[in-house]
């Protein structure tokens, strides 16, 4: 067990005066927040008390703008010792639009300061282990690429810093953070700050044994530092020494369990009295970090009674005016609600985005879906040394010594065959079988200016990490404002029409990333297609969610040509796959085959002519091409594989109700995929899924009415 519990002389007398002040500062700007808010000035309060020193400590060690960090909301005195003025803490309080973390649009002590490197931080509670890593990954991705030396920030011997309460390692994603880290030998440190208490939780409930320390010890590579006393600014300072050393020096990450003490309740809301004893509570205020470090300070002499209140009368002052200048600062404009959301310098519905194809001499079209996503993604590599590649099985063999003898897999369906051969295992290598894990790396990565492109081996297993994409990822430009973007592209196999995929290798689930803030959404339904509007994904700025439905991949109807290089299609823009008078059609991904030949069989039994809307991306959609051909038509059909309720369609059909209502001639139709799941049973399956038939007699009935 490394432990730090000799009295020793960590710090100069210089050092120690600062820390005190730090300290002092930290506590005192808590308690202005929550003099402010219960005179209804702020909006939310959360304490740091009783975590200054070794937050004051991590900050003395670590370096301001050269390592990262990815800090939890107790950390007050980390911010102010890396640099952050007591005016930016509550220009955060105030939700200012000029606070540093997030322009007013998080609460405050959600951390983040671009010019400090400190990568902003959302409310969830775990979701920055994964990020942490990922960051530190870009570390080590730009150790082992040479071409991104110039392109990636980082000096060589950067680390990470993610830190954390106690209750929040409960969280599965702590784990899988430590195994990634741990197998990889990234520089992170990981920082617990054990006051011992989950809000109302004691430390025993939430954690076997009740140390999170000893439950990891096992970790390879993971220099674990337990039991230090984080009220002890000079233990602390050495622990971290200790951990800093061993990341700098490219070891593997560090743990540094610290056990802290919590003077004030959980939040504001919160009354620790109802489930803490008061002896509980007296013995903790016996190590208050302010109350231990201002004795330390008298028992050497470093400072007398006179010159602590000095410091303490110079830090009152500061915090005067820091909280004048918050309450005049100037409040967020509504009309900037929507800012952020997306990139404004690189729109990717903007004929910027628009290059066709340019064919070789003798190029035939005879390339699937698989072969031209596969083309794109190896053109993007040649590119672009940033981007990555990485997900379960998507590399062409883990183990390097194999590939000479073995044909390789690159991913369940071969999409990425071949990439690992031709780039490296530093640029394209298989992860954990966890979904939450890729997703969070690759935010970090992101973060840190990389530019990942990650696969899910099956939408169906998504689900882990839609806390990742809808509550990070999604948000991860708007909620920083604008210092840190995540353009993350996730390729995901979706959909089902391929016999046997039961409920669990057949869902489709567009509905539930289009309503997402933050995300392109896209789904092609060929293979020229596929190629220019992934490119465009990797190209744009924003996370975009690539749907690529499985039935597709190797279908002949669908084959295209190889586009050269640089054929890009912007979001955004449908195409017209067939034109007509007499009704819209509507439709995208797997059935605009089937749609196309439901109107061809409609058009053998009658004289009819139909507009077919291949629509390609979800979010955005070509409005302004539905639009057009609903005022013509006055018929609108909208076909889809998702289920009906509450499913895409109903967006659409609400929209042509609303703003077309006068051009209609016939209510607007929806086909789409029973409210049940996808059987096994290829009969069952059929029954559910929407067939020509049913796109027929849609088409028929709307025609007749």
Known sequence: ????????????????????????????????????????RIYFQISGAGHEAVLTAAGMVMRPAHDY??????????????????????????????DVTSAGRQMPCHWGHKALNVISKSSCTGTQFLQGVGAAEASWYRERVSEVQDLVEGSGDEVMLVTTGDGTTSEGEFFEALNTASNKKLPIIFLVEDNGYAISVPVEVQTAGGSISNLVKGYPDLKVIQDVDGCDVEASYMAFQEAAEWCRSRKGPALIHAHVVRPYSHSMSDDESNYRPNDEREADALRDPLRVTKALLMARGTCTEEEIIAIEKSVNEEIEAATRAALNAPTPDPKDVMQYIYADHADPTSEAFDSPPVYADGETANKTMVDLINACLRDEMARDPRMLVFGQDVADASREEVLDSCKGKGGVFKVTHGLQSRFGVNRVYNSPLAEANIVGRAIGLAERGLRPVVEIQFLDYIWPA????????????????GHWPAPVV??????????????????????LFTHIPGLRVVMPSNALDANGLLRTAIRCDDP?????????YRQTYNKGAYPGADHMIPLGKGNKVMQGEDLT????????????????????????????????????????????????????????????????????????????????????RRVASLDTFVAYHPSLEDATLPQVDDVKQAVTSILDY
């Open 69 to 98: 960090f990815m800090s939890y909301y107790r950390d007050r005195a980390l911010m102010t010792q890396l640099g952050m003025t007591a005016t930016e803490v509550l220009l955060a309080a105030v939700g200012s639009s000029e």
């Open 544 to 552: 975009v969610i690539f749907l690529e439905p499985k039935h597709l």
């Open 585 to 668: 059609l509507i439709t995208y991904g797997a059935l605009v085959h089937r749609s196309m030949t439901a109107v061809k069989q409609v058009q053998k039994q009658r004289d009819c002519s139909v507009d077919v809307i291949d629509l390609r991306t979800l979010a955005p959609y070509d409005w302004d091409m539905i639009a057009e051909s609903v005022k013509r038509t006055g018929r609108a059909l909208v076909v889809h594989e998702e289920s009906k309720a509450w499913g895409y369609g109903a967006e659409i059909a609400s929209r042509i109700s609303e703003e077309l209502f006068e051009w209609l001639d016939a209510p607007v």
């Open 490 to 511: 996730i390729r995901v196999p979706s959909g089902g029409y391929l016999k046997g995929g039961a409920p669990y290798h057949s869902q489709s689930a567009e509905t």
């Open 1 to 40: 067990m490394n432990q730090t519990t000799e009295k020793t002389i960590a710090l100069s007398p210089e050092q120690l005066r600062s820390a005190y002040r730090n300290m002092y500062l930290s506590r005192r700007l808590d308690d202005r927040e929550i003099s402010l808010k219960r005179q209804n």
């Open 466 to 481: 839609f806390q990742q994409i809808r509550n990070e990822l999604a948000t991860a430009r708007w909620r920083s404002g």
